[in-house]
Nanobody
């Protein structure tokens, strides 16, 4: 089973930037895609951004497109989420996830990290 560890969350002023990291480890690693999800207080979990492990095709939720960038460092089994022009509505716990089935967008992921808190002040 793959273990996922997120880092990089914190408190930032509106308009600022943060970079989240997600490192995967385990006996095997054959993920088709990695993705970032978030869950804000009182809201359901939502897809934020995803990336195919091989090839690097990226996908974004409309709410973050143009502000967030997902990337991966192939040799380190690590994915990143660069978040710019942050808004208070971006405040949430951000989770990293992987899947072995084809597809990127959606919540059909089978490995999840424990999350990292992102708080954006106004």
């Amino acid at each position: 089973q793959v273990q996922l560890v997120e880092s990089g969350g914190g408190l930032v002023q509106a308009g600022g930037s943060l970079r989240l990291s997600c490192t995967a480890s385990g006996r095997t690693f054959s993920a088709y895609a990695m993705a970032w999800f978030r869950q804000a207080p009182g809201k359901e979990r939502e897809f934020v951004a995803g990336i195919r492990w091989t090839g690097g095709s990226t996908y974004y939720a409309d709410s973050v497109k143009g502000r967030f960038t997902i990337s991966r460092e192939y040799g380190k089994n690590t994915a990143y989420l660069q978040m710019n022009s942050l808004k208070p509505e971006d405040t949430a716990v951000y989770y990293c996830a992987t899947r072995e089935q084809s597809g990127v967008v959606g919540d059909l992921y089978n490995n999840w990290g424990q999350g990292t808190q992102v708080t954006v002040s106004s």
